[in-house]
């Protein structure tokens, strides 16, 4: 459907929704930066990373034991093995053993040239000099070869892949000191309305505290953004532009919470379409159904409906993809599915995103159970919930035991 008096379109689906914000987020791609690898985790990678040599970069012993040459170990009874030195971790002074000879050796050292094989000292028996192998052991163990973990050149990493403290430990095994990831989305985030005050302040009769500004602080540091400022305006249109307009001229992405709907104080829309674009407007979701998505400038500006758990579910549903766009960040996005433990019943036409606990039983299977209060000023629902169950729009119903979509909250 299309407002035609301002010629954006409206009222359309999640999908729809989620392709549009994307492709706006897309079209603006972060600038690279180089980091530390400290201060290296959870930012995307900006470029492919090989290494450039093989990792380890030599042949070295998995346990504390004698390196030996497979070849010499007793195929029956035992044999003596002359013990000809020792080398510990670190020590990369040449080495060698022949035919019938062995170096005690500590995990990690460098095998000497000769040796294939390490036996572990539990199954030594130490007589003089020699040292006793019984039959049984397997030639080539307890050995990792060069580049057993990435061989010189190999493919590591794609660009747009988020980095875990493993990935970072692999650059750090490479030698890298530093990585070129993209810069961190710069949020700012606008709260709005008179009825809503700074927890510390006492509170009115008609007056609520602003829980939007603590929990979008929080969801966009879990996607991966760094909020430069957050400005609580009030139902002024001529701050609420005045806001808008700073926002955006230091934000990659403007966050506002708040009128946005209906009422006579909602002056989001027309704000928008003022000083910007709108891109959409009302989404057949709920909750969440007011929600915004516009550009002002350079910045993507996503507004967000008032009700706590409204913003919240069109954060993690449009704005969380929208994140991930802006940052070049690959993300997996195969869906997860469960079976639903109660019946649930829907009698509109929106898709649904209900706040649940999932439960993974004995037999592998997944289930999930609905908050039983399900209103969007209800913010008990996500705080207790683990997931969001995806209803699609066509679904009426569901009976226990059918399958649903579920997406995982982040930061459980
Ligand atoms: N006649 C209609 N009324 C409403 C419609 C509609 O289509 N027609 N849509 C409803 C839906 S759905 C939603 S969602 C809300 C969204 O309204 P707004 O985005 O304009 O939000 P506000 O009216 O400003 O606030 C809604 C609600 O949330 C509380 N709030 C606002 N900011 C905060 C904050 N920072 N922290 C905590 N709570 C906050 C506010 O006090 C209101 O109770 O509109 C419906 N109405
Ligand atoms: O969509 Mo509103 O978010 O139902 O409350």
Not at 143 to 171: C, I, K, M, N, S
Not at 207 to 212: G, L, M, P
Request: charged share 20%; net charge neutral.
């Amino acid at each position: 459907m299309t407002n035609t008096a301002s010629s954006f379109p409206t009222a359309i689906s999640v999908a729809e929704a989620r392709a549009r914000i994307v492709a706006l987020a897309a079209a603006r791609p972060l600038p690279a930066e180089r980091v530390a690898l400290d201060a290296a985790y959870g930012r995307v990678l900006a470029h492919d990373v090989r290494g450039d040599d093989d990792v380890p970069a030599y042949a070295n012993s998995a346990m504390d034991g004698y390196a030996l040459r497979g070849a010499d170990l007793p195929a029956e009874g035992e044999r003596t093995f002359a013990l000809v030195g020792a080398r510990l971790a670190g020590d990369g002074r040449p080495a060698a053993v022949g035919e019938g000879e062995c170096l005690r050796i500590t995990t990690g050292a460098p095998l000497p040239a000769g040796a294939d094989t390490v036996v572990i000292k539990e199954n030594v028996r130490l007589e003089g000099a020699g040292v006793i192998v019984a039959a049984g052991e397997t030639a080539g163990a307890n050995v990792r070869p060069a580049g057993e973990d990435y061989r010189a050149g190999e493919f590591a990493f794609a660009a747009g892949t988020v980095l875990t403290p493993a990935r970072v430990g692999v650059l750090a095994s490479f030698g890298l000191v530093n990585v070129a990831v993209a810069r961190a989305p710069r949020a700012v985030v606008l709260t709005t309305g008179d009825e809503v005050v700074a927890p510390g302040m006492p509170l009115e009769y008609g007056q609520v505290y602003n829980s939007n500004r603590a929990s979008l602080a929080g969801l966009l540091r879990g996607a991966g953004a760094q909020l430069v400022r957050h400005e609580h305006v009030r139902d002024d249109p001529a701050a609420l532009e005045d806001a808008l307009r700073r926002a955006a001229r230091d934000a990659d992405l403007v966050v506002t919470s708040g009128g946005v709907s209906a009422g006579e104080a909602d002056f989001m829309p027309a704000l928008i379409a003022r000083v910007g674009r709108v891109d959409f407007w009302k989404v057949r979701i709920r909750p969440g159904m007011p929600m915004l998505v516009g550009e002002i400038g350079t910045a993507l500006v996503c507004a967000l409906p008032g009700n706590p758990v409204s913003g919240m579910a069109t954060f993690l549903t449009l704005v969380t993809p929208a994140l991930a766009a802006l940052a070049g960040r690959s993300d997996d996005v195969s869906p997860w599915y469960a079976r639903v433990a109660v019946p649930i019943v829907k009698n509109h036409r929106r898709a649904e995103y209900q706040r649940a606990r999932r439960e993974s039983r004995r037999d592998g299977s997944v289930w999930v159970t609905p908050f039983p209060r399900q209103g969007s000023g209800v913010l008990r629902s996500v705080a207790e919930a683990d997931c969001l169950i995806v209803l699609p729009e066509e679904t009426a119903s569901l009976a226990v035991g059918d399958i649903v979509e579920f997406l995982p909250l982040p930061g459980q």
